[in-house]
């Protein structure tokens, strides 16, 4: 199977890297600028470097196009015209209305194309950062219809292999549901940094009592503009809709505040918040159904980490997801172990209170 990626960065060399571990006889092109395409060589997230965008295509199998969304549009023309008729090809844009209806026009006799978005990323930017394994236990969207799942069943199986969950959606239900779980939120992080910057010129004090949860509110504030500027104007009508709604949630709040007979609404409102947040799957990075917890106080000594899997690897346990939730310096911290299934959760935690870890 040939595979094109036409973008070398941290996404394209992601799926460079993760094709080429996990999809026997795959053979990676990949097409950037000369730099971005010698640093993915170097990295070996690709087998080869065309130097155009129609060598780069004419054979290929699967095209994937991992480019800001404005340069996706932009290039549909010409991989159109240099592409094989029955090439699969995909992106990995953030908004997929717009791509779509402009696909629609690009491949009319050359390729089947199917938006896709994986509903995963870096903080970092850059084939430095790809990571092969950046793909699992991630939802990725795909914008095909019924009609498409046969002919594009060679994609779906490469996604699968790189460990990605497919989900498959609408455009335009894509992008509604985009605006209320990403857009928005990266919205409100930069206007409570902006408040708040604006506030701390006449006292120092907000930076300085700026703690845990404003900080994880407002992390992905430092995102940079350039990700989002095609973002912002191509799912701009979706996103206006979804500021407004909130907006009229936040008066409807400032309103109650005003009634001494508030506490009950906010009660309410607290309540359901807690039960809709618990639950959303706290394992996949993205929508889909959540896997099988454990959570696992350690000391904070050298060599714990490897005392905790090398027991899980002897006992043939694969864990399928790990995060550090907590942790304090000289005394430890609380893992979040994450198993394909209960029983194998229950495995784990018998393992590791074996080995005098307290697992829950």
């Known amino acids: 199977m040939n595979i094109t990626i036409i973008g070398l960065g941290v996404i394209g060399g992601s799926l460079g890297l993760a094709i080429r571990q996990s999809v026997p006889g795959a053979v990676v092109t990949g097409f950037d600028d000369e730099e971005r395409t010698g640093s993915a060589l170097n990295r070996e997230a690709v087998h080869y470097g065309a130097t155009s965008l129609a060598a780069s295509v004419h054979d290929a199998d699967i095209i994937f196009l991992c480019t800001p969304v404005r340069t996706i549009i932009s290039l549909m023309p ?48 850059g084939i430095e950062h790809a990571d092969p394994l950046l793909f699992q236990n991630a939802t990725y969207v795909l914008c095909a219809e019924k009609p498409k799942a046969a002919a594009i069943a060679p994609l779906t199986r490469v996604l699968h292999a790189v460990g990605a969950r497919v989900l498959f959606l609408p455009a335009r239900d894509h992008d509604t549901i985009a605006a209320a779980i990403s857009h928005l939120p990266q919205l409100v992080a930069v206007a409570m940094m902006g408040m708040v910057a604006a506030k701390s010129r006449t006292s120092r004090g907000y930076l300085q009592l700026a703690a845990g949860g404003f900080r994880d509110i407002t992390r992905i504030a430092s995102s940079p503009y350039g990700m989002w500027r095609d973002i912002l104007s191509t799912n701009a009508a979706g996103i206006r809709r979804i500021i407004r709604e909130f907006a009229g949630l936040l008066l409807r709040y400032e309103r109650d505040l005003r009634s001494d007979r508030s506490a009950r609404a906010f009660a309410r409102r607290f309540t359901a918040a807690k039960t809709m947040r618990d639950a959303i ?60 299934t209960r029983q194998d959760a229950e495995r784990a935690r018998i393992v590791l209170h074996r080995r005098n870890f307290t697992a829950l």
């Open 281 to 340: 799957p706290k394992n996949s990075k993205g929508f889909l159904h959540p896997l099988f917890e454990l959570y696992v106080s350690a000391s904070d000594t050298p060599g714990v980490l490897s005392e905790m899997t090398t027991a899980l690897f002897k006992a043939k346990l694969n864990i399928k997801d790990i995060e550090l939730l907590k942790i304090r310096d000289g005394r430890g911290g609380t893992f979040r172990l994450s198993f394909e």
């Open 78 to 125: 010409a991989v159109a015209a240099a592409c094989r008729k029955n090439a699969i090809i995909t992106d990995v844009g953030s908004t997929k209305g717009e791509i779509v209806t402009a696909a629609k026009k690009a491949f009319r006799r050359n390729g089947l194309f199917v938006g896709g978005h994986p509903m995963a990323g870096s903080e970092g930017k």
